[in-house]
């Protein structure tokens, strides 16, 4: 496994090669799709936002979107494709949300929530019930329990992206997956970044969810019902009204 010292922060590297890296027309637009299928209303909350690639599609289809990122460098990025400027990006920590609003829909997704580590998974969650309108909808994915048998050998690729010569490794480490990238920039420096990823039984988070007071569905890669083999599970939430 690739390890290195000098690790910086999550996402400020990597923010300027995000989508050259990973940008996916078509995974972008089944999340479109699965968020009208289940989300309610228009006015909707979006957790690690990324470089906005979702956040502006799903703007371009009538939803008012307030999208948000822990790292500036990404909410930049964010912005520049926004032009028509459809999207309110800000700046927030999901361990923090004391600064939003209420919502009709919660969206997280990219398996963001899986940067959430054990400690605290619940209280997140806690806070995305109170942040929701009675019977809103929390839609999120996690990476499915398959990836850590997935990445038991090191996935490694190394290449090119926007001129720049890369490695990415992926590993997983018991309950975790661990990212390692490294960019070796056109003006000589090397620049690294670490990224963890926890992976979570989806009979942990359903039970978390329902104590919190949400009715939940799972689904596997977007349409497959209940748990399956798969790379990913979604979850439907919806906040249920307290008489």
Known sequence: ???YQDWKPMYNQLAKHYDSLVKDDDATQAYVDFTKKYAKGKNMLELACG???ISLALAKTGYQLVATDLSNQMLDEARKKDVEGLVDYAYMNMYDMSQAGIYDTVICYCDSMNYIDEQHIASVLKQVYDHLEDDGIFLFDMHALDRLDEFKEEFYEAGKVDDTDFIWSIISDENRLLHNFVFYEKDGSTQYEHHEQW????NQITSI???LGFQVEI???FVQPGIQEGEKYFYVCRKEVIA
């Open 1 to 3: 496994m690739v390890i």
């Open 51 to 53: 470089s906005g690639e």
């Open 209 to 211: 969810l329902t104590e």
């Open 219 to 221: 689904y596997t890669d």
């Open 199 to 202: 992976v979570f039984n989806p």
